[in-house]
């Protein structure tokens, strides 16, 4: 295996099963998805990057994917850590999130930079990332592809279910 996809794989397996693909760079991580299926995590030896991807679970019909697209790109506007692609492959919606090692990735004979603990927990937190995002938006695109919410109405309304829960939040401590 290569030094960084073995680092990769070394650091995230004591917390998910995984399953590696040396030839492509990938991992299948078992994941918290709506669906079950797992996070896909491309990793990238020689710009030294490793990409989640989590899918969400709707599939889009051709007549559905300009409105989803406008969709995801009012999402990703308002997201800080990932971002929400739609259509690649074609009626596919899935949620991003990378994390950049630049010079902290193992050299190449393999010795980490990082403690894999460290490592480990770097990663762990953008695939929680992309997870939670996955959940976030999945009903705006079931919304949106279903044809009841438009793409803005949908995206104003993941935007402040945010806002809405920090207020819960605020207003639970206030109480006490």
């Not at 990932?82 to 630049?102: D, H, I, K, N, Q």
């Not at 460290?118 to 996955?134: H, K, M, R």
Request: aromatic share 2%; glycine share 8%; proline share 8%.
């Amino acid at each position: 295996m290569r030094p960084l996809l073995t680092a990769v794989a070394a650091a995230l397996a004591p917390a998910r099963p995984l399953r590696a693909d040396d030839a492509a760079g990938t991992l299948d991580l078992a994941s918290q998805l709506p669906g079950g299926e797992p996070v896909l995590v491309l990793v990238r030896e020689e710009a030294a990057t490793v990409t989640c991807y989590g899918r969400v679970p709707v599939d889009v019909p051709a007549d559905r994917a300009a409105d989803v697209a406008l969709l995801a790109g009012a999402l990703t506007a308002d997201l800080f850590t990932t971002c929400v692609e739609a259509g690649s492959p074609a009626g596919t919606v899935a949620v991003r999130g990378s994390l950049a090692l630049g010079p902290l990735a193992p050299v190449p004979d393999g010795r980490p930079v990082l403690h894999p603990d460290v490592l480990g927990a770097l990663l762990l937190a953008v695939v929680e990332d992309v997870e939670a995002t996955v959940e976030r938006v999945l009903d705006a695109v079931e919304d949106v592809v279903a044809g009841t919410r438009g793409p803005a109405e949908a995206a104003y309304d993941v935007r402040t279910a945010d806002l809405d829960a920090l207020v819960l939040q605020v207003e639970a401590l206030d109480a006490d």
